[in-house]
Protein backbone atom coordinates (compact mmCIF):
# COMPACT_ATOMS: atom_id res chain seq x y z
CA UNK A 1 0.00 0.00 0.00
CA UNK A 2 2.96 2.39 -0.41
CA UNK A 3 0.42 4.81 -2.42
CA UNK A 4 1.68 7.40 -0.45
CA UNK A 5 5.45 8.91 -0.21
CA UNK A 6 7.16 7.72 3.24
CA UNK A 7 7.65 11.55 4.25
CA UNK A 8 3.60 11.94 4.17
CA UNK A 9 3.31 8.43 5.91
CA UNK A 10 4.69 10.81 9.11
CA UNK A 11 1.67 11.76 10.62
CA UNK A 12 -0.57 8.64 9.59
CA UNK A 13 2.28 6.26 11.82
CA UNK A 14 2.16 8.47 14.83
CA UNK A 15 -1.39 8.00 14.89
CA UNK A 16 -1.66 4.34 14.48
CA UNK A 17 0.60 4.73 17.25
CA UNK A 18 -1.83 5.53 19.40
CA UNK A 19 -4.45 3.34 18.24
CA UNK A 20 -5.84 1.08 20.89
CA UNK A 21 -5.47 -2.76 20.77
CA UNK A 22 -8.96 -3.99 18.82
CA UNK A 23 -10.07 -6.78 20.85
CA UNK A 24 -12.58 -7.81 18.29
CA UNK A 25 -13.72 -7.71 14.78
CA UNK A 26 -16.40 -5.33 15.69
CA UNK A 27 -13.85 -2.43 16.36
CA UNK A 28 -12.31 -3.24 13.64
CA UNK A 29 -15.07 -2.41 12.01
CA UNK A 30 -16.02 0.74 14.10
CA UNK A 31 -12.28 1.77 13.23
CA UNK A 32 -12.19 1.46 9.62
CA UNK A 33 -16.21 2.47 9.16
CA UNK A 34 -15.25 5.51 10.91
CA UNK A 35 -12.66 6.31 9.25
CA UNK A 36 -14.19 5.97 5.61
CA UNK A 37 -17.26 7.98 6.91
CA UNK A 38 -15.46 10.93 8.05
CA UNK A 39 -13.46 10.76 4.72
CA UNK A 40 -17.11 11.18 3.11
CA UNK A 41 -18.50 13.71 5.22
CA UNK A 42 -15.70 15.86 4.67
CA UNK A 43 -16.05 16.17 1.00
CA UNK A 44 -18.38 17.43 -1.34
CA UNK A 45 -20.57 14.04 -2.23
CA UNK A 46 -19.90 13.05 -5.51
CA UNK A 47 -19.04 9.59 -7.25
CA UNK A 48 -15.23 10.92 -7.18
CA UNK A 49 -15.09 10.31 -3.16
CA UNK A 50 -17.46 7.62 -2.97
CA UNK A 51 -15.55 5.45 -5.73
CA UNK A 52 -12.31 6.56 -3.29
CA UNK A 53 -13.92 4.52 -0.52
CA UNK A 54 -15.16 1.82 -2.55
CA UNK A 55 -11.86 1.49 -3.97
CA UNK A 56 -9.49 2.10 -1.28
CA UNK A 57 -12.27 -0.90 0.84
CA UNK A 58 -12.10 -3.16 -2.37
CA UNK A 59 -8.38 -2.69 -2.75
CA UNK A 60 -7.18 -3.18 0.88
CA UNK A 61 -9.08 -6.50 0.78
CA UNK A 62 -7.50 -7.80 -2.17
CA UNK A 63 -4.18 -6.78 -0.96
CA UNK A 64 -4.60 -7.83 2.45
CA UNK A 65 -5.76 -11.20 0.94
CA UNK A 66 -2.63 -11.24 -1.60
CA UNK A 67 0.02 -10.16 1.07
CA UNK A 68 -1.30 -12.03 4.50
CA UNK A 69 -4.40 -14.06 3.83
CA UNK A 70 -2.99 -16.56 1.24
CA UNK A 71 -0.05 -16.79 3.30
CA UNK A 72 -1.64 -17.77 6.58
CA UNK A 73 -4.13 -19.92 4.54
CA UNK A 74 -7.44 -18.89 6.29
CA UNK A 75 -9.64 -21.26 4.46
CA UNK A 76 -9.52 -23.68 7.56
CA UNK A 77 -10.40 -20.51 9.86
CA UNK A 78 -14.16 -21.03 11.82
CA UNK A 79 -15.78 -17.75 10.64
CA UNK A 80 -16.73 -15.95 13.94
CA UNK A 81 -19.48 -13.27 14.00
CA UNK A 82 -19.49 -10.13 16.50
CA UNK A 83 -21.84 -7.31 17.41
CA UNK A 84 -21.66 -3.96 16.80
CA UNK A 85 -19.74 -1.86 19.98
CA UNK A 86 -21.19 0.26 22.19
CA UNK A 87 -21.35 3.56 22.98
CA UNK A 88 -18.69 3.39 25.74
CA UNK A 89 -15.80 1.01 23.98
CA UNK A 90 -16.18 3.37 20.81
CA UNK A 91 -14.81 5.82 23.14
CA UNK A 92 -11.43 3.98 23.25
CA UNK A 93 -11.18 5.13 19.64
CA UNK A 94 -11.91 8.48 19.84
CA UNK A 95 -8.22 10.05 20.33
CA UNK A 96 -7.18 7.73 17.26
CA UNK A 97 -9.88 8.91 15.09
CA UNK A 98 -9.25 12.39 15.78
CA UNK A 99 -5.93 11.80 14.27
CA UNK A 100 -7.41 10.96 10.94
CA UNK A 101 -8.92 14.69 10.39
CA UNK A 102 -5.84 15.42 7.82
CA UNK A 103 -6.69 12.18 5.31
CA UNK A 104 -7.14 13.93 2.20
CA UNK A 105 -6.24 11.87 -0.78
CA UNK A 106 -7.90 8.01 -1.65
CA UNK A 107 -4.33 7.03 -1.31
CA UNK A 108 -3.85 8.42 2.18
CA UNK A 109 -7.15 6.19 3.19
CA UNK A 110 -5.92 3.19 1.64
CA UNK A 111 -2.97 3.34 3.88
CA UNK A 112 -4.09 3.89 6.86
CA UNK A 113 -7.04 1.39 6.47
CA UNK A 114 -4.47 -1.31 5.44
CA UNK A 115 -1.96 0.10 8.76
CA UNK A 116 -5.33 -0.61 10.89
CA UNK A 117 -5.98 -3.82 9.29
CA UNK A 118 -1.91 -5.00 9.60
CA UNK A 119 -2.02 -4.10 13.03
CA UNK A 120 -5.05 -6.02 14.15
CA UNK A 121 -3.94 -9.15 12.57
CA UNK A 122 -0.11 -8.28 14.58
CA UNK A 123 -1.67 -7.84 17.69
CA UNK A 124 -0.90 -11.78 18.24
CA UNK A 125 2.55 -13.48 17.61
CA UNK A 126 0.41 -17.19 17.23
CA UNK A 127 -0.12 -18.37 13.64
CA UNK A 128 -2.99 -19.93 14.54
CA UNK A 129 -4.45 -17.11 15.97
CA UNK A 130 -3.10 -14.68 13.13
CA UNK A 131 -5.03 -16.94 10.64
CA UNK A 132 -8.00 -16.00 12.38
CA UNK A 133 -7.40 -12.33 12.79
CA UNK A 134 -6.61 -12.54 9.16
CA UNK A 135 -10.10 -13.71 8.20
CA UNK A 136 -11.74 -11.49 10.28
CA UNK A 137 -10.50 -8.54 8.50
CA UNK A 138 -11.51 -9.84 4.86
CA UNK A 139 -14.93 -10.35 6.12
CA UNK A 140 -15.14 -7.02 8.12
CA UNK A 141 -13.89 -5.38 4.72
CA UNK A 142 -16.32 -6.83 2.56
CA UNK A 143 -18.88 -6.07 5.70
CA UNK A 144 -17.87 -2.57 5.50
CA UNK A 145 -17.99 -2.58 1.78
CA UNK A 146 -21.19 -3.80 1.53
CA UNK A 147 -22.51 -1.33 4.30
CA UNK A 148 -21.01 1.64 2.58
CA UNK A 149 -22.89 1.08 -0.47
CA UNK A 150 -26.48 0.24 0.76
CA UNK A 151 -26.11 3.31 3.44
CA UNK A 152 -24.20 6.10 1.27
CA UNK A 153 -24.03 5.23 -2.34
CA UNK A 154 -27.65 3.72 -2.78
CA UNK A 155 -29.56 6.99 -1.62
CA UNK A 156 -26.78 9.03 -3.80
CA UNK A 157 -27.64 7.05 -6.83
CA UNK A 158 -31.39 7.41 -6.09
CA UNK A 159 -31.12 11.12 -5.77
CA UNK A 160 -29.17 10.89 -9.22
CA UNK A 161 -31.27 9.17 -10.61
CA UNK A 162 -34.39 11.33 -10.07
CA UNK A 163 -32.36 14.21 -10.86
CA UNK A 164 -30.69 13.08 -13.93
CA UNK A 165 -33.54 9.88 -15.04
CA UNK A 166 -32.11 6.35 -14.84
CA UNK A 167 -29.61 5.27 -17.38
CA UNK A 168 -31.70 3.90 -20.37
CA UNK A 169 -30.62 0.14 -20.18
CA UNK A 170 -31.36 -0.16 -16.35
CA UNK A 171 -34.68 1.59 -17.37
CA UNK A 172 -35.43 -1.06 -19.82
CA UNK A 173 -34.26 -4.14 -17.37
CA UNK A 174 -36.34 -2.88 -14.85
CA UNK A 175 -39.80 -2.53 -16.91
CA UNK A 176 -39.02 -6.36 -18.51
CA UNK A 177 -38.66 -7.54 -15.11
CA UNK A 178 -41.40 -5.94 -13.96
CA UNK A 179 -43.24 -7.34 -16.68
CA UNK A 180 -42.33 -10.84 -15.62
CA UNK A 181 -43.49 -10.24 -12.45
CA UNK A 182 -46.90 -9.37 -13.72
Not at 2 to 23: F, Q, S
Not at 91 to 115: C, H, P, T
Not at 122 to 150: C, G, P, W
Amino acid sequence: MPYIKIEDRVPYNEAIKTLPRMRSSSELKHVISEICAWYIVHRTKNYQHMNDVAGVLDCSAREFKRRVADFLDIEECEVRVTPPIGAEESKRFEKFLDLMDSISSAGELNYVVSEVCARYVLRSAHVNLQRMFAKDVLETLEEISKDFYQETAEPYEDVKIKENGDTPGYAELAAQFLQETQ
